[in-house]
C-alpha cells in the first residue's frame, strides 16, 4: 500500500517561498507520475502541477507557472513543491497525489490513485 505523507506548510508572507514535501512509502517515487493540486476553502480540488515518473518532464497550471517548480529526490524517495513569490490566493490545502497510468489526463483529481492527507499553506500579510 502506497502512502503519501505531505509537510512544510505554514504561515508565509506574499513574496514569500515555501518548499513542501511528500514523501512516498510503499513503492518508489519513480513507479509514479506524481501531482500537487490544492484545494481553498469553499472551491474544488484543483491541479497545480505533476512530474513524470522518469522526471524528465514537468506541467504547471497557468497560474503557478513561472513561481513553483516540482522536483525529486530518489534516494529520499520524496517529492517536493517549491513555490516562490506566493500570492494570497495561493492560500489553500495543498495535498500531493500518485498515479498508476502514465497516459491519458492528468490533471483531474479522479485520474490519482493514492492522496497525501494534505499541508495547509496561508499567504498574509
Known amino acids: 500500500q502506497v502512502q503519501l505523507v505531505e509537510s512544510g506548510g505554514g504561515l508565509v508572507q506574499p513574496g514569500g517561498s515555501l518548499r513542501l514535501s511528500c514523501a512516498v512509502s510503499?513503492?518508489?517515487?519513480?513507479?509514479?507520475?506524481m501531482a500537487w493540486f490544492r484545494q481553498a476553502p469553499g472551491k474544488e480540488r484543483g491541479f497545480v502541477g505533476r512530474i513524470t515518473r522518469s522526471g524528465s518532464s514537468t506541467y504547471y497550471a497557468d497560474s503557478v507557472k513561472g513561481r513553483f517548480s516540482i522536483s525529486r529526490d530518489l534516494t529520499k524517495n520524496t517529492v517536493y513543491l517549491q513555490m516562490n513569490s506566493l500570492k494570497p490566493e495561493d492560500t489553500a490545502d495543498y495535498y500531493c497525489a500518485a498515479r498508476g497510468a502514465s497516459t491519458g489526463r492528468f490533471h483531474r483529481p479522479v485520474d490519482y490513485d493514492y492522496w497525501g492527507q494534505g499541508t495547509q499553506v496561508t499567504v498574509s500579510s
Open positions: 510503499g513503492r518508489t517515487v519513480s513507479d509514479y507520475d
